[in-house]
């Protein structure tokens, strides 16, 4: 059983890490030295691809990375066998982040605007989070996990009179496909 349960449990612990390592590399990353690549992604393009699309890759780098520290054929005896399911972690977190991130909330994938629960919870979230010009200020920089929007909009009215954000003039923010 606990040839199971443990490697079920790492990928699982992971998956959640994940959610707090993206929203820490969104707001601390993305939103400052790195914004050079996410910068695209709060503009307006019509582009298929976004220089914004490099971070997925450092991404599934981490997991090929993960999978290989774990793997006998690679590293031979000093193979770590839990970055094995570390590294399925991550990959399940990507795919997580396409589905609701790149699918969902940007409809790169499908179109389909939901109208109640959470899934109308991340996609307002989000949203909201584009609702700043820039990268100064902001809200709600996790993926997976949406704040309640009351709250987001709150703070957002917060950093405008503060002068730590710029926040857009109209209520749909600007971006592909938002």
């Known amino acids: ?9 790492i990928v699982l612990a992971t998956v959640a890490w994940m959610e707090w390592v993206a929203w820490a590399s969104h707001k601390y990353i993305m939103h400052g ?12 393009h019509a ?7 490099l971070y997925a890759v450092v991404g599934a780098a981490m997991s090929i990375a993960m999978f290989a520290l774990g793997s006998p054929m690679v ?9 094995t399911w570390i590294g399925l972690g991550i990959l399940f977190y990507g795919i997580i982040y396409t589905l609701v991130h790149d699918g969902l909330v940007h409809q790169r994938y499908f179109h389909w605007v939901p109208k109640r629960g959470y899934a109308k919870r991340l996609v307002q979230a989000h949203r909201l989070h584009h609702a700043t010009v820039g990268k100064e200020g902001g ?3 996790g993926f997976v996990w949406a704040q309640d929007p009351a709250k987001l909009k709150a703070e ?5 009179e503060a002068g730590i954000a710029v926040v ?3 209520a749909q ?4 496909n938002l």
Request: proline share 10%; aromatic share 12%; hydrophobic share 35%.
């Open 1 to 9: 059983m606990t040839d199971v349960l443990l490697p079920a449990l």
């Open 156 to 160: 957002l009215r917060r950093q405008r």
């Open 47 to 53: 582009n298929p691809l976004e220089k914004n699309d």
């Open 173 to 176: 923010p600007v971006g592909r």
């Open 139 to 141: 809200v709600s920089f």
């Open 33 to 44: 030295w790195g914004w050079g690549w996410h910068r695209d992604h709060h503009e307006p």
């Open 75 to 83: 590293m031979g005896e000093h193979a770590w066998w839990p970055a």
């Open 168 to 170: 857009r003039e109209s």
